[in-house]
């Protein structure tokens, strides 16, 4: 018998606390792909995905043991206030985890929440149609993605090594989903000073290297946060302080002292 994994049967859809309306796939293409046609307040999990997206038309591995999980929110109203979108919902994942005891996560622009040097969540916010925008998150719990790729060896962190308890994956999407909630209302009452000021304990001032679209010049220095547009503010090494909006950055690296240290 041909299994199809572009049309998985749901193991389970149920509402949840907050109004989510929960589909609990199995093996999918991508989580994000299985929300875009679904209404706001949808949220889509599933065990593994095939083709899993990362940004900048990365592969994301998803291992059984992850968390996996997209999330479709409402973007009404201007398009601006939405360009926080992605900054927000990092901040609510954020949030989450610290509600559960870890500490010493952090934010790497934009989204990524990085244990020192190593990936412990990444979010991908995609538009697939007007007035919606699916918030796909990865989270590695108790999944060994470096087993799939090796070359993930001591980049990555699961949440399972971190906590000495560490919740149920299904009790971690439910305070995932929570904070998305709160965090969109921050954006949908335009509250952008105060989502800049949450997220401010969340950024560290590490040595960066920006690489700016559309012609792939580089800026080196320190990150500086984000202004109250959510821009990112870089400290260069030589030259005045610059806000660069995310359409300008096409990609941020952190600097390892080996990387900053010139002979
Ligand atoms: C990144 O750091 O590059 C973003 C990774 C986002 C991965 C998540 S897993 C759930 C959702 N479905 C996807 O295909 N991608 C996101």
């Known amino acids: 018998m041909r299994t199809n994994v572009d049309a998985p049967v749901p193991t389970s859809t149920s509402p949840l606390a907050e109004g989510w309306s ?25 065990r593994t995905q095939t083709a899993g997206r990362g940004r900048h038309d990365r592969r994301w591995v998803s291992d059984t043991g992850g ?17 926080l979108l992605p900054l927000a919902a990092g901040l609510g994942v954020c949030q989450a985890l610290t509600s559960f005891g870890l500490a010493g996560h952090r934010l790497r622009w934009p989204n990524d929440i990085m244990i020192g040097p190593t990936k412990l969540a990444g979010l991908l916010v995609e538009r697939f149609r007007p007035a919606t925008a699916v918030v796909g998150i990865g989270i590695n719990y108790d999944n060994r993605p470096e087993a799939d790729d090796p070359g993930l060896t001591g980049t990555v962190a699961r949440l399972t090594d971190l906590l000495h308890v560490a919740p149920a994956r299904h009790v971690l999407r439910d305070a995932v989903l929570t904070a998305l909630r709160h965090a969109h209302r921050l954006l949908a009452a335009d509250r952008a000073a105060d989502l800049v000021e949450q997220l401010s304990p969340y950024w560290r001032r590490l040595p960066v290297r920006v690489t700016l679209r559309p012609d792939g010049a580089q800026l080196d220095g320190h990150f500086a946060g984000v202004d109250p547009a959510g821009r990112l503010l870089l400290k260069t090494d030589h030259g005045s302080p610059r806000s660069l909006a995310p359409h300008e950055v096409e990609l941020l690296r952190e600097l390892s002292s080996t990387d900053t240290d010139r002979p």
Not at 67 to 83: I, Y
């Open 22 to 46: 929960l589909h609990e796939l199995d093996s999918v293409d991508s989580t994000n792909r299985r929300a875009a046609p679904l209404p706001a307040w949808s949220a889509v999990t599933a």
């Open 67 to 83: 968390l996996w999980l997209s999330a479709v929110l409402p973007t009404t109203g201007e398009f601006e206030r939405w360009s």
